[in-house]
């Protein structure tokens, strides 16, 4: 079965500071790999996804992510963290197994907070 | 602007009561989903439905119900057999097609409570 771990509940950073968020997968096929961004009271916004083209894949508001096959891992950073960049983020792999093809699973979610 | 709604964006729940939750979607897709957002157990897939007419079980379907009669709309209904109920609920919808390359898009979701 397919999973998505996301090491750290919370991650704290000061303003102008690397973000990183960490994210490793599970799955016994090429996968599908998103991440969203959710900020207080509101849904889920795509920030970027690998759909196995370019493995460094760039998103909005300055973030990337590098697909490493090797490590399963799809990592989240942002070279300089901004104030509004204060959010939960979550990494997602798409289902590749009968009809849940489409289906997203979720971690559990990852709260950014930026000091000043 | 294409989007998917939410209503309401509140809602309280008496004991024994059922409660509907509304989609709707004008971005044209085939697939919807319903997700439960607990704090800190990220989301849970609820129904999913890929295409009008039909629909599946997600992974915590008990004390939920769905139906998908157009293809703009899936309500949500927490029945009373829904013990905690107590939860964010957010409904998506994607393109579909079975390849799974595809980002679901997310409504701004309905908090639901107890009385």
């Known amino acids: 079965a397919q999973s998505v771990t996301q090491l750290g509940s919370h991650v704290s950073v000061s303003e102008g500071a690397l973000v990183l968020l960490r994210c490793n997968y599970s799955s016994s096929v090429p996968p599908y790999l998103f991440w969203y961004v959710q900020y207080p009271n509101q849904g889920l916004q795509l920030l970027l996804k690998?759909?196995?083209?370019?493995?460094l894949v760039k998103g909005i508001n300055g973030f990337e992510a590098e697909f490493k096959k090797s490590e399963t891992s799809f990592h989240l950073t942002k070279p300089s963290a901004h104030m509004s960049d204060a959010a939960e983020y979550f990494c997602a792999v798409s289902a590749n197994y009968g009809g849940s093809q489409g289906n997203l699973i979720f971690g559990k979610g990852t709260k950014l907070s930026v000091k000043p | 602007d294409g989007g998917i709604t939410q209503s309401p964006k509140y809602l309280f729940r008496k004991e024994g009561q059922n409660v509907t939750l509304s989609c709707e979607q004008n971005?044209?897709?085939?697939?919807m989903y319903w997700y439960r957002q607990d704090p800190g157990q990220g989301l849970r897939l609820i129904y999913y439905?890929?295409?009008?007419?039909?629909?599946q079980k997600g992974d915590i379907a008990e004390g939920y119900s769905v139906s998908r009669e157009k293809k703009e709309s899936f309500p949500l209904t927490v029945t009373s057999a829904q013990k905690n109920p107590t939860a964010f609920y957010l409904c998506?919808?994607?393109?579909?097609?079975?390849?799974?390359?595809?980002?679901?898009?997310f409504g701004d979701g309905t908090r639901l409570s107890i009385l």
């Open positions: 971005l044209n897709h085939d697939a």
């Open positions: 439905s890929q295409i009008v007419n039909d629909f």
């Open positions: 998506a919808s994607s393109t579909g097609g079975g390849a799974g390359n595809q980002p679901q898009h």
């Open positions: 690998y759909t196995s083209a370019a493995t």
